[in-house]
């Protein structure tokens, strides 16, 4: 299996910015892409950040300009760098590896952080 362990969420002012970490652990033998995806109350879960293994990013229209993913292949992390934050940002924020592990290939989840973007 593949466990991903997010941090970095939190609070903060319109403007202000976060950086958002994700590592993966586990019997790995490849992650392909790594993505961040939120979901706002009431509302389904939505990408807002990918990025392969070779280091082409996609991100939502939402975010573009503002937010940038990167990643250590060498270390199993992602980071989403969340700039010029707006309060329609506020949601819980999900960590995703599509890996490839001992058992195969499957789509894994972190367990999600809060971030709370005030007016």
């Known amino acids: 299996q593949v466990q991903l362990v997010e941090s970095g969420g939190g609070l903060v002012q319109a403007g202000g910015s976060l950086r958002l970490s994700c590592a993966a652990s586990?019997?790995?033998?490849?992650?392909?892409?790594m993505g961040w995806y939120r979901q706002a109350p009431g509302k389904q879960r939505e990408l807002a950040a990918v990025?392969?293994?070779?280091?082409?990013?996609n991100y939502a229209d939402s975010v573009k300009g503002r937010f940038t993913i990167s990643r250590d292949n060498a270390k199993n992390t992602v980071d989403l760098q969340m700039n010029s934050l707006k309060p329609e940002d506020t949601a819980v924020y999900y960590c995703?590896?599509?890996?490839?592990?001992?058992?195969?290939?499957?789509?894994?989840w972190g367990q999600g952080t809060q971030v709370t973007v005030s007016s």
């Open positions: 995703h590896a599509d890996a490839t592990w001992y058992g195969g290939r499957s789509s894994f």
């Open positions: 586990g019997t790995i033998v490849r992650i392909n892409s």
């Open positions: 990025i392969s293994s070779g280091g082409i990013t």
